[in-house]
């Protein structure tokens, strides 16, 4: 069964960091570009940051600088460095594994709250 699960998240001030992890069972990780996508009250789930099996990374401007993404493949687990968060940071977190055609698998989210 392929699934994904996220951890980390939590409540921090405006200026803290949180790491979230995605872990990946099964052979999805590898084969699958991996993103983070997140989705604020009222508004639509957007892309956040992605990474390909290769390492290639893409951030939304809004988060350019502050985030980092990254991917361990021995460990079937992707990352989020998130600094310097802000309140328009919050939001409910959601790891992705797409590959076109085989699959678009959706994590149950994680909640990250940013205190001003």
């Known amino acids: 069964q392929e699934q994904l699960v996220e951890s980390g998240g939590g409540l921090v001030q405006a200026g803290g960091s949180l790491r979230l992890s995605c872990a990946a069972s099964g052979s999805i990780f590898s084969s699958s570009v991996m993103a983070w996508y997140r989705q604020a009250p009222g508004k639509q789930r957007e892309l956040v940051a992605r990474i390909t099996s290769g390492g290639s990374t893409y951030y939304v401007d809004s988060v350019k600088g502050r985030f980092t993404i990254s991917r361990d493949n021995a460990k079937n687990t992707m990352y989020l460095q998130m600094n310097s968060l802000k309140p328009e940071d919050t939001a409910v977190y959601y790891c992705?594994?797409?590959?076109?055609?085989?699959?678009?698998?959706w994590g149950q989210g994680t909640q990250v709250t940013v205190s001003s």
């Open positions: 992705n594994a797409f590959a076109f055609g085989i699959r678009n698998v």
